[in-house]
């Protein structure tokens, strides 16, 4: 046989027998595979979404948090409609033109005083005010229906000035339309020191810095 084909087998038998003793074309070459970081994967899989809420969390927005749930447990109502529906004509101009009696539930911890201010924001000239009462115990959880519109009540709190000049409640009476009213209950940390038949925006003025949360029930009227 010739040299040189002789020379050839003796590379394929050693090919064929290094193949059946298990040696790849890597190990032959001598070529390492890549490594895979297994731990990376790993950490990157157990990162959820709340772990990285939790993580993210700073003490401030906590403490919104906790603002929020607060406020959003502190709700006014009334047992005579219902917030955004109607409000009955006997509360209005059209009838006896009282107070609806009003309900809440606890307010946030340290709450000494409640504020409540009535507008219709609807009113042609502007948003008018129906309603100013203030230094109302902390420990009440409603108004009755009627509230007198004195300057004082005894135990429910001082009333203010409403758009009319006039101390106490003044119901919805627009000139047509449908108007919405809000009825908003602020919870404070103090009584305040106000000046007897203080207005709107005496009221909101002497409130700032005390207002712990606010609660707000709406209704409308058609005239």
Sequence with gaps: MHKS?????????VTVTSCSNGLTASKMLNVSKPTVTVEKISSTQA????KTQLSTDSPTSKNKIVLEAT????????PVFEHKQPIPEKY???DKN????????????????????????????????????????????????????????DKIGINGLNSSNKYGY??????????????????????????RGANKPELIKAMQGHILAIAELMGTFTK
């Design 5 to 13: 084909l002789k020379t050839l087998w003796v590379l394929v038998l």
């Design 47 to 50: 990162v959820t979404p709340e």
């Design 71 to 78: 406020t959003m447990a502190y709700q006014l109502t009334s």
């Design 92 to 94: 209005t101009c059209k």
């Design 98 to 153: 009282i107070s609806p009696e009003l309900k809440w539930n606890d307010p946030p911890q340290g709450t000494a005083a409640f504020g409540l201010i009535m507008d219709d924001p609807d009113a042609p000239a502007g948003t008018w005010v129906h309603w100013v009462i203030y230094n109302i115990p902390g420990s009440l959880r409603s108004l009755p229906e009627s509230v007198p519109n004195d300057n004082e009540i």
């Design 170 to 195: 003044n119901g919805p009476c627009p000139p047509f339309g449908t108007h919405r009213y809000f009825f908003r209950l602020y919870a404070l940390d103090q009584m305040l020191d106000i000046k």
